[in-house]
T-cell receptor, first 112, second 116 residues
Framework: GQNIDQPTEMTATEGAIVQINCTYQTSGFNGLFWYQQHAGEAPTFLSYNVLDGLEEKGRFSSFLSRSKGYSYLLLKELQMKDSASYLC?????????????FGKGTRLSVIA | EAQVTQNPRYLITVTGKKLTVTCSQNMNHEYMSWYRQDPGLGLRQIYY???????DKGDVPEGYKVSRKEKRNFPLILESPSPNQTSLYFC???????????????FGPGTRLTVL
């Protein structure tokens, strides 16, 4: 089966840097997404990696190592509004797989 | 404005009473999907559709039906709802699932369903 692991909760201080890890064991990898979800709201797209390496987008960066089945989301200069859940999702090759599988999410609390 | 809409946003119903949650997108997207989100379980895919008249089961399809008669609409049907279908439901769409570019999904606002 497909398995995606993320820490359940993390806490970090305003202005700091936090790294949220995601490990996956899947068949037919075809890209990895990170989404942000505030409580009671819909997920919104943050980043996408399909090749190894780092993708940077403002305060957010995402890294992928396909050989290790590993990704992380890096958030810099944390702000209170970054308190949210962060979802790692793996896109799988078809046929034979569910197209997109989500991890259970990491709830990040940013404290002053 | 490009968006995915869902209706209703909140629904309380009773066991066995058929219901439909509508989903509509105005972006001419080919791919649409339904998810449910439960505490401790994350987002799980119920059904998806690659294009009109093409639908497939996701990880948790039991108790649900879908149809894709037109590109913009992808309703979720619960023929006989049960309490274990109490959940937060999201509809999502993207241009095409097969592209290798970051073809992100756009999510609707969610439907919170309670089945008593």
């Amino acid at each position: 089966g497909q398995n995606i692991d993320q820490p359940t909760e993390m806490t970090a201080t305003e202005g700091a840097i936090v790294q949220i890890n995601c490990t996956y064991q899947t068949s037919g990898f075809n890209g990895l997404f990170w989404y942000q979800q505030h409580a009671g709201e819909a997920p919104t797209f943050l980043s996408y990696n399909v090749l190894d390496g780092l993708e940077e987008k403002g305060r957010f960066s995402s890294f992928l190592s396909r050989s290790k089945g590993y990704s992380y989301l890096l958030l810099k200069e944390l702000q209170m509004k970054d308190s949210a859940s962060y979802l790692c999702a793996v896109r799988l090759q078809l046929p034979g797989n569910t197209p997109l599988v989500f991890g259970k999410g990491t709830r990040l609390s940013v404290i002053a | 404005e490009a968006q995915v809409t869902q209706n209703p946003r909140y629904l309380i119903t009773v066991t066995g009473k058929k219901l439909t949650v509508t989903c509509s997108q105005n972006m001419n997207h080919e791919y649409m999907s339904w998810y449910r989100q439960d505490p401790g379980l994350g987002l799980r895919q119920i059904y998806y559709s690659m294009n009109v008249e093409v639908t497939d089961k996701g990880d948790v399809p039991e108790g649900y039906k879908v149809s894709r008669k037109e590109k913009r609409n992808f309703p979720l049907i619960l023929e006989s709802p049960s309490p274990n279908q109490t959940s937060l439901y999201f509809c999502a769409s993207s241009l095409s699932f097969f592209r290798s570019t970051p073809d992100t999904q756009y999510f609707g606002p969610g439907t919170r369903l309670t089945v008593l």
